[in-house]
Nanobody, 126 residues
Framework: QAHFVESGGGSVQPGGSLRLSCTVS????????VGWFRRAPEGEREALSC???????TYHTDSVKGRFTISRDTENMVYLQMDRMTSDDTATYFC????????????????????WGQGTQVTVSS
């Protein structure tokens, strides 16, 4: 069973930036695509950005393309750099792991999630 530690959430003003971190243990994470999702108040869970197991391919949805950047280290950490944030980015953000040997599109397009993190709250407000 994967174990997640997510951090970096908090409050930021419009136009500001935050960086989320996700540490995943109990998995050989390089064999899994990892992604970030969010759920706004009263909303559905939405895929944002996903990255391949080796970190050489990324997928960003249109809502965050050009503002959010996903990256990962060689071990077990995945990051989401969020820039030029707006009030529409207010949500609970979740780290997720896809199927073993799966692609980043399996996560961000097909929502094939094997494991979910517990979520971290992000609030964008002046």
């Amino acid at each position: 069973q994967a174990h997640f530690v997510e951090s970096g959430g908090g409050s930021v003003q419009p136009g500001g930036s935050l960086r989320l971190s996700c540490t995943v243990s109990n998995l050989d994470l390089k064999n899994y695509a990892v992604g970030w999702f969010r759920r706004a108040p009263e909303g559905e869970r939405e895929a944002l950005s996903c990255i391949s197991g080796r970190g050489d391919n990324t997928y960003h949805t249109d809502s965050v393309k050009g503002r959010f950047t996903i990256s990962r280290d060689t071990e077990n950490m995945v990051y989401l750099q969020m820039d030029r944030m707006t009030s529409d980015d207010t949500a609970t953000y979740f780290c997720a792991v896809g199927p073993r040997f799966g692609y980043e599109s399996d996560l961000c397009v097909s929502y094939h999630v094997n494991y979910w993190g517990q979520g971290t709250q992000v609030t964008v407000s002046s």
